[in-house]
């Protein structure tokens, strides 16, 4: 089967959607041909300091444009961008007779809800709740799934030896809607505990690759992002790497964290903040995390992905 995932920032940004790009090619290109057009073509010619929604929806436009005829022989379009990217790719699919399937990686709220009026065939929810929710907004003949992120966990493993230092490690970009801010204020009120935040507009970025050895040299990880967060791939690389979780306290977030983590009911007071991340210290967890990570493997969800294939194209 050929899938066509159009992915603009892959090859120019390693965020949740891009490494979620990559992640699906490598594991089911075994039985699909899938090919990620991205936008390196645009090289540096982007101005990345310009944030305006019409800029990026202008290269968007462009992108889809251009691409097009390279992937109109596929069976199944994938838009993963959203606004402009997935109208153009509905009306194009329409004319082609190609199912387009979208997956919502934007989180409940307006641009899955734009995603869901481009009326794809199919839209694959990450959790129960963001399941209800897109029922809600969805066309009659819009069919909606549910396939949680997966985790590697060949390559993301605990470490053999525990490291002596107490570190707490964040990793997302440092943006409003991620709420690095709250973390550090609550790790002021945690003594004999490191914080280190790593992703793009923090201190210190790493490469894809690199990440498994960052989690071995932690101890907690804490996240505390806005509600509307689709899901969070860095949960279960850090579980999988067995490391507790301090989170905020919410139906995605329990759903990916089980019992293998501490939730936090207002990540905005930076006591009760402080306290969780402490608990989450001092507690043994055993392998619980780590365990909790395994229901995640791509070994129990790429059998959902190959039926989803399969079904959009009936």
């Known amino acids: 089967m050929k899938i066509a ?39 540096n010619k982007i101005d ?20 097009i005829s390279l992937w109109s022989n596929y069976d199944i379009v994938v838009p993963t961008n959203g606004t402009v990217q997935t109208f153009v790719c509905r009306i194009v699919t329409w004319f082609k007779n190609k199912p387009m399937i979208v997956f919502g990686h934007s989180g409940p709220g307006a641009d899955d809800k734009w995603n869901l009026l481009c009326s794809p065939n199919i839209f694959v929810a990450f959790s129960d709740y963001q399941k ?26 605990p470490a053999k030896i525990k490291p002596k230092n107490k570190v707490v490690l964040c990793i997302a970009a440092n943006t409003p809607d991620k709420r690095i801010n709250l973390v550090e204020k609550a790790m002021e009120l945690v003594p004999d505990a490191n914080f280190l935040a790593i992703g793009k507009g923090n201190k210190k970025q790493v490469a894809f690759d690199e990440m498994p050895e960052v989690y071995k040299k932690a101890q907690v990880f804490c996240f505390v992002p806005q509600p509307w967060e689709a899901f969070g791939l860095v949960f279960l690389e850090a579980m999988a ?14 759903e990916i964290v089980g019992d ?30 780590r365990i909790q990570a395994e229901k995640f493997s791509w070994d129990n969800i790429i059998e959902k992905y190959e039926k989803l294939f399969w079904e959009a194209r009936k």
Request: charged share 25%; hydrophobic share 40%.
């Open 5 to 43: 995932i159009l992915s603009f920032y892959s090859g120019l940004l390693d965020r949740g959607v891009e490494t979620w790009v990559r992640s699906i090619k490598e594991n089911l290109q075994k039985n699909n041909d899938i090919n990620i057009f991205g936008g390196e073509s645009f090289g």
């Open 48 to 67: 990345w300091r310009n944030k305006s929604r019409f800029y990026w929806n202008v290269l968007l436009l462009k992108h889809v444009l251009q691409t």
């Open 132 to 157: 209800s929710w897109a029922e809600k907004y969805k066309f009659p003949w819009t069919k909606v799934v549910k396939i949680p992120h997966a985790v590697d966990l060949d390559k993301f493993t």
């Open 241 to 254: 790497s067995n490391l507790p979780v301090v989170t905020i306290n919410d139906p995605v977030r329990r």
């Open 260 to 289: 293998a983590g501490i939730f936090v009911d207002n990540p905005e007071n930076a006591q009760e903040l402080a306290d969780a991340i402490q608990k989450a210290l001092d507690t043994n967890w055993g392998n619980k995390p």
